[in-house]
Each structure stands twice: as structure tokens, then as C-alpha cells.
Antibody, heavy 117, light 107 residues
Framework: QVQLKESGPVLVQASGTLSLTCTVSGFSLTNYGVLWVRQPPGKGLEWMGIIWTNGDTDYNSALKSRLSINRDTSKNQVFLKMNSLQTDDTAIYYC???????????WGQGVMVTVSS | EIVLTQSPTTMAASPGEKVTLTCRASSSVRYIHWYQQRSGTSPKLWIY???KLASGVPSRFSGGGSGTSFSLTINSMETEDAATYYC??????????FGSGTKLEIK
């Protein structure tokens, strides 16, 4: 069945770099895109970026200068890397499958990342 | 960028009550998707393309609207429907935008 699972460090130092992995199963990254979304504690969903089936990416303009998303299709993994972290980057980070442009049908369980000053 | 405004921000409903949540877009969109997020869990696709129920969604839910005004309706509120509901537009992107959510509580 379709599954997505986020993994990575739960505590990162301010000014450091966050590296997260979304490992997928039950589908191919060449057939479906993957979205990254984050949710600060007690707040709403913020779109971060997306990697499409052809490997192209789009990013939230507010994060673009410090965010990159790429993938390894052979390992069924999508990677998020964001630098210059600040405490307001503390959030739950989710990946989700893009079933067709801008519709997301399966979500990972999320990983809570705390940025410590 | 299309901004989505959800109302109300928070509401409480009694079991059996009819509930309507609203999502308004700053510009016309083809359709809206809705996600349900129960406390402590990840979002779930709930309604897509304005009015189509995702797999497993009870038939007491419905979605409607067009242009800039959309709604999610629960015909008869049940305890398990307590959650935050987010709308999302997929017409004009990037950016992919979400509403700020409506938190629905049970009375």
C-alpha cells in the first residue's frame, strides 16, 4: 500500500542546516510528485515546495533562497534541505504524494523538528 | 498568489447539528480541495475538486461552491468529526496555498 515516512534529526541548532528524508513505498517517484509542507506548533499548514514527476521543483518564494528538494528514484526517497535555520522554523514537517497537479492524497506521519538557539 | 480565507476560525457544534464551513478565494479558482486534520495526526484528503468525497469519507459530508466561494457541510455532526479542516486551491500554482483552517469542536 501507499506509504510515506519522514525521517531526520529532531533537534537542530539555529543557523544550522536541516536535512530530511521522505521514504515512499507503494508507488514510483517517476509517476507521482512529492510535496513538503510544515506546520508550526498550534498553527496552520505552510507549503514549502514540491518535486514533480520529471524532477522539476517549485518552492515557496519565502523559503526559496535557503531550501532545496531533490530525489533518488532508485531508493524511493525525496530529500529536503534547508539552511540558515531560525527558531521559527520549529515545526512538524510533512511529505505528501501529489496525485495530480496540486492534489495530495497520502501524507506521511510527520516529523517534529525543533530549532534550538 | 491566491489567498484563501476560511471562516469561522473556530466553532463548536452539538451532535446532530448541521455545520457549514466556508472558504473564500481572493481570485476565481476552478475548484477547492479540503483536508481534515484530527488532533495529533497528519492531514487527510477529505473532499477534492470541490464536491467529491475521498475514499472512506462519510456521506454526511458534502462540498460545494464555485468561483471564489466554497463550503464544506456536515449534515449531522458526529463526535468523530471534531477536527481542523483546511481548504487548498490547486488551480493557480505555484504557490500551492492553504487556508488558515477552521477548528471544529463538539459541544
Amino acid at each position: 500500500q501507499v506509504q510515506l515516512k519522514e525521517s531526520g534529526p529532531v533537534l537542530v541548532q539555529a543557523s544550522g542546516t536541516l536535512s530530511l528524508t521522505c521514504t515512499v513505498s507503494g508507488f514510483s517517484l517517476t509517476n507521482y510528485g512529492v510535496l513538503w509542507v510544515r506546520q508550526p506548533p498550534g498553527k496552520g499548514l505552510e507549503w514549502m515546495g514540491i518535486i514533480w514527476t520529471n524532477g522539476d521543483t517549485d518552492y515557496n518564494s519565502a523559503l526559496k533562497s535557503r531550501l532545496s528538494i531533490n530525489r533518488d528514484t532508485s531508493k524511493n526517497q525525496v530529500f529536503l534541505k534547508m539552511n540558515s535555520l531560525q527558531t521559527d522554523d520549529t515545526a512538524i514537517y510533512y511529505c505528501a504524494r501529489n496525485i495530480y497537479p496540486a492534489l495530495f492524497d497520502y501524507w506521511g506521519q510527520g516529523v517534529m523538528v525543533t530549532v534550538s538557539s | 498568489e491566491i489567498v484563501l480565507t476560511q471562516s469561522p476560525t473556530t466553532m463548536a457544534a452539538s451532535p446532530g447539528e448541521k455545520v457549514t464551513l466556508t472558504c473564500r478565494a481572493s481570485s476565481s479558482v476552478r475548484y477547492i480541495h479540503w483536508y481534515q486534520q484530527r488532533s495529533g495526526t497528519s492531514p487527510k484528503l477529505w473532499i477534492y475538486e470541490t464536491s467529491k468525497l475521498a475514499s472512506g469519507v462519510p456521506s454526511r459530508f458534502s462540498g460545494g461552491g464555485s468561483g471564489t466561494s466554497f463550503s464544506l457541510t456536515i449534515n449531522s455532526m458526529e463526535t468523530e468529526d471534531a477536527a481542523t479542516y483546511y481548504c487548498q486551491q490547486g488551480t493557480s500554482y505555484p504557490p500551492i496555498t492553504f487556508g488558515s483552517g477552521t477548528k471544529l469542536e463538539i459541544k
